[in-house]
């Protein structure tokens, strides 16, 4: 339950082998988000399966472009009847490959003129829950994830892209249930990830 607990643990893990620790900080976050921040349907279905580890999480903010200023991001989440469509380039997922559950941060802009939008950005993001197969290529229609990326080190843990193009997710996998407000969500993820890196760094 507590923060401490999580940051003894991981301090010892990150003794032995510091990617295991970084498997589990994402896996970690996706599942706070959840409990969080999840509807009551989202926690039922997925915690129990990612405490059991059927389930492995990734999370997904950073593009191309951009990495610390999350709120310029420029995937794209269009409403389409009880789904979305979702369109973009994503960059740096750890556990890319080896999840089967990708919480995914676009701009849906719903409720907000295109003046708001630009304003106030962090207002128009929305996090998806998306599920896939593990592995690499087209994991499912309009979603592929293309490789691991080649690092200098960590190389426990597998970084990937994410690209979709007409990515299908239906509404019940709004995070949380309600567009905008994905950058607050992923904001309190963050943070315990925060935690985690600081252990991280004492155990190694
Ligand atoms: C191995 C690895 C795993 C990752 N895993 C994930 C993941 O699972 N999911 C995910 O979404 N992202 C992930 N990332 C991306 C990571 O979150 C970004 O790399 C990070 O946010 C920094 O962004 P950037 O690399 O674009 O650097 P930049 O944002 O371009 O920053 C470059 C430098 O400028 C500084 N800087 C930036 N903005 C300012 C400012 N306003 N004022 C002063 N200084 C500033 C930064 O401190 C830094 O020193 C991962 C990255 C790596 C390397």
Same mark, same amino acid.
């Given at each position: 339950?507590?923060?401490?607990?999580?940051?003894?643990?991981?301090?010892?893990?990150?003794?032995?082998?510091?990617?295991?620790?970084?498997?589990?900080?994402?896996?970690?976050?996706?599942?706070?988000? !959840?409990?969080?921040?999840?509807?009551?349907?989202?926690?039922?279905?997925?915690?129990?399966?990612?405490? +059991?580890?059927?389930?492995?999480?990734?999370?997904?903010?950073?593009?191309?472009?951009?990495g #610390?200023?999350?709120?310029?991001?420029?995937?794209?989440g269009?409403?389409?009847?009880?789904?979305? !469509?979702?369109?973009?380039?994503?960059?740096? !997922?750890?556990?890319?490959?080896? #999840? #089967? !559950?990708?919480?995914?941060?676009?701009?849906?802009?719903?409720?907000? #003129?295109?003046?708001e +939008?630009a304003?106030?950005?962090?207002?128009?993001?929305?996090?998806?829950?998306?599920?896939?197969? @593990?592995?690499?290529?087209?994991?499912?229609?309009?979603?592929?994830?293309?490789?691991?990326?080649?690092?200098?080190?960590?190389?426990?843990?597998?970084?990937?892209e994410?690209?979709?193009?007409?990515?299908?997710? @239906?509404a019940?996998?709004?995070?949380?249930? +309600?567009?905008?407000?994905?950058?607050?969500?992923?904001?309190?993820?963050?943070e315990?990830?925060?935690v985690?890196?600081?252990?991280?760094?004492?155990?190694?």
């Amino acid at each position: 339950e507590s923060l401490l607990t999580y940051a003894l643990c991981v301090e010892e893990i990150a003794r032995g082998w510091m990617s295991v620790s970084g498997i589990i900080n994402t896996h970690f976050i996706v599942a706070y988000m !959840l409990k969080q921040h999840g509807t009551q349907e989202q926690k039922d279905y997925f915690l129990p399966k990612m405490a +059991a580890g059927e389930i492995r999480g990734a999370f997904s903010m950073s593009e191309p472009a951009l990495g #610390s200023d999350v709120s310029s991001i420029t995937s794209k989440g269009v409403r389409d009847g009880d789904d979305f !469509l979702l369109t973009g380039q994503k960059m740096w !997922l750890t556990n890319g490959g080896t #999840s #089967s !559950l990708v919480a995914v941060l676009c701009r849906t802009d719903e409720g907000l #003129s295109p003046k708001e +939008a630009a304003a106030k950005p962090h207002r128009s993001m929305t996090t998806f829950l998306v599920e896939k197969e @593990p592995g690499f290529g087209e994991v499912r229609p309009g979603l592929t994830i293309p490789g691991k990326i080649d690092k200098m080190g960590y190389k426990g843990v597998d970084t990937t892209e994410l690209i979709m193009d007409g990515l299908r997710v @239906p509404a019940d996998r709004v995070l949380g249930g +309600a567009t905008g407000r994905g950058f607050y969500q992923m904001m309190d993820g963050v943070e315990v990830g925060r935690v985690n890196v600081a252990a991280r760094g004492c155990g190694v």
